[in-house]
């Protein structure tokens, strides 16, 4: 009797970088009349409650920014409260302008903090209303008035603080950096992102443990416009983290009353690993699926971080696919994402058992009915600590690929430019919200520990290729080694194998000179290319949106975080050949629409997600991207898992 078990995949944050999504388009127009079809769904779509806290002391008042620097700050703030999505729970606190910055002015001045605005749905007239009103004049407190901010904010569920000063507490104690450790002793799940405006050695330094102390991020901005972006990026990232999309469904501790997954996406909670750390045992989650003679199911679960995760924790998610006879049907696969160096990290797995009832199908395994579903958890990134999944689960219909080309030769690569003017554009935070980019140059900035999301159609027969052209950072004397690595996922969000290029995949220069991360795919996307015997071209295997993704750890300067600019190339080579038909489903297979698209995006609809079908003898091998010193780091992170693994 055949039995076919998915290898286990190691995911290496060092050198791999997992985008993910299914675009609207997956299967569309492929399927011929009388296909069923849902499209509704429920959407999570929560913002992160966020205070903003505005530095309004005496030393804000200096003029260089050019002009004074609580002018560039107010100006920002109104600029950001432009952009703030309909919906958003943002608030606005400032410290300092109430007294004078004399030594008599102190026991006042370190009290000296007001909540203009409540954490509330914006209210756009009034946040201008109040800035307008702001003027620079005391004491720094800043410890204390993040202990205000946090009071300010929901007791429960995430929440987010956006700090914004241009030197040290000048009011401690409170220590601002011991604050933030309080807070997040506490259990809240609070994150403290900060902004750094012409500071000096020891207020950075300040602001980035007060910011890496809560899992959050810390910019370093010199000037008016490096402020405007800085604080857009970080409240942006502050009200909307990668966060989970989907139907809310409950799974449940054992296999007994497990809930039926049609075909969709959904959102659930990976609950905290059993036992303490580091080798804790790992928790599960159980649904069913309905199978059918002919159909190619995919499933697909994304275990996220609410923020960067202590260096070298682990993260691990798994899937299982069996019958009440794990004997005769018993599919299985696992993701691992190692924190080398810190970085907001998720972790996906994806699994396919391939046709249902084809010729690579187990011998005892049903063709018709109930499959059980098992998700795991494992690793002590976050122990202690409920997670936020996603789960993904799509049935695709039999096919007809007569006449069909077989599977592609790999290609050379395909060479990108920097051609033509750049379109600014914003990069999504996570597959739910990357923006649908057309071949040509767009322009962006990245923050070190963030990772930038985009995604791109193409068509059966067509490539893609991508470069990032990333520039010089302010201050970029000062910076250590930033790791920066990018990767692009197919729509059913399976990492993908690709071509060797002029440039790398993997660079630590990042910000200190500029640097050229690219990529290009290694074959057309074709239907038979999952009847490939090479693992890496069986990906390819699906038309629609193709995620690409800029990922980047932490300077290792201590305090080093500036907002590095880089332009994107998307070039996509190849004339749309013909597709496969599809059979009328068994039951519905299309995944409903479950992303809300950001401002001057087109929606996408999370469909899928798995290894493409293939034989039992070519299941999806490990893929390592990167080279020099990226290639020694996955030798050290494979080690280092393992070595962690009792």
């Known amino acids: 009797m055949t039995h076919r078990i998915w290898r286990t995949a190691l995911a290496l944050p060092a050198v791999l970088v997992i985008a993910a999504g299914v675009p609207a388009s997956a299967f569309a127009g492929t ?17 992160t409650p966020t205070m903003i806290i505005l530095d309004a002391s005496g030393s804000m008042a200096t003029q260089d920014a050019p002009g004074p620097r609580i002018d560039a700050a107010k100006n920002a703030v109104i600029s950001l409260v432009d952009q703030l999505p309909k919906g958003a729970n943002v608030g606005l606190e400032v410290y300092g302008t109430s007294t004078g910055s004399a030594a008599s002015d102190k026991p006042a001045g370190c009290r000296d903090i007001k909540i203009l605005a409540p954490v509330a749905a914006v209210d756009g007239s009034k946040i201008k209303s109040v800035v307008s009103g702001i003027k620079a004049s005391g004491y720094t407190p800043i410890g204390a008035a993040l202990q205000k901010a946090a009071a300010a904010l929901p007791r429960t569920g995430p929440r987010s603080i956006v700090l914004v000063s241009d030197g040290i507490d000048t009011c401690a104690p409170p220590d601002p950096c011991q604050v933030a450790k309080d807070l997040k002793s506490q259990g809240l799940d609070l994150v403290v992102h900060t902004v750094g405006f012409r500071v000096d050695d020891a207020a950075r330094s300040q602001l980035s443990c007060i910011a890496s102390a809560t899992g959050g991020s810390y910019s370093d901005v010199a000037g008016a416009s490096g402020l405007a ?98 004997g005769a049907c018993h599919f299985q696969k696992m993701a691992q994402s190692l924190n080398l160096l810190k970085s907001i990290e998720s972790t996906t797995v994806t699994l396919s058992p391939g046709e249902v009832g084809g010729p690579d199908w187990p011998q005892g395994c049903p063709t018709e ?31 007809d690929a007569s006449g069909l080309p077989g599977p592609a030769a790999k290609q050379p690569a395909i060479a990108v430019g920097n051609a033509g003017t750049a379109t600014p554009m914003q990069a999504g935070t996570s597959f739910n919200d990357a923006p649908l980019l057309k071949p040509g140059s ?14 791109v159609h193409l068509e059966w027969g ?19 080694a930033i790791l920066a690595s990018s990767t692009a996922s197919s729509p059913l969000r399976t990492d993908l194998a690709l071509s060797e290029t002029t440039g790398t995949n993997a660079s630590t220069d990042l910000g200190r000179r500029p640097v050229t991360l690219s990529g290009s795919a290694l074959v057309p996307v074709e239907y038979n290319n999952r009847q490939s015997p090479d693992a890496g071209i069986q990906a390819y295997a699906i038309d629609g949106d193709y995620y690409v993704r800029l990922k980047t750890g932490l300077s ?32 519905p297979t299309d995944a409903p629409s479950t992303t809300t698209p ?31 010193v990226a290639a020694l780091l996955a030798v050290a992170a494979a080690w280092l898992v393992f070595r962690r693994r009792p």
């Open 31 to 47: 399927a011929p009349a009388g296909t069923a079809s849902t499209v509704t769904a429920s959407t999570d779509d929560a913002y």
């Open 229 to 326: 972006k800085a604080l857009e990026r970080r409240v942006q990232s502050a009200i909307k983290p990668y966060s989970a999309v989907g139907s809310p469904i409950k799974g449940t501790e054992t296999p007994a009353g497990a809930p039926q997954l049609q075909p969709g996406q959904y959102v659930d909670t990976a609950a905290t690993p059993i036992g303490n750390t580091p080798y804790p045992q790992a928790s599960s989650k159980y649904y069913t699926i309905d199978v059918h003679k002919g159909e190619t199911p995919y499933l697909a679960a994304t275990i996220i971080t609410p923020s960067i995760p202590p260096t070298g924790s682990l993260l691990s998610a798994s899937l299982t696919l069996s019958s009440s006879d794990p």
């Open 369 to 399: 009915g109930n499959l059980l579903v098992k998700v795991e958890r494992g690793g002590d990134a976050f122990h202690g600590q409920p997670l936020a999944m996603e789960l993904l689960y799509h049935a695709e219909p039999a096919a």
């Open 442 to 455: 767009y322009a962006d900035s990245i923050v070190p520990g963030e990772s930038v999301f985009v995604k």
């Open 462 to 480: 067509q490539r893609l290729a991508y470069a990032f052209h990333t520039g010089v950072a302010p201050g970029s004397s000062g910076l250590g």
């Open 556 to 587: 290792t300067t201590a305090g080093q975080s500036p907002a590095i600019p880089y332009t994107l190339q998307i070039d996509v080579v190849g004339s749309p050949t013909q597709g496969p038909s599809y059979a009328a489903a068994a039951g």
């Open 598 to 628: 950001s401002k001057g995006q087109s929606p996408s609809s999370p469909a899928a997600s798995g290894a493409p079908a293939g034989n039992a003898s070519s299941a999806t091998p490990w893929v390592w991207m990167g080279t020099g």
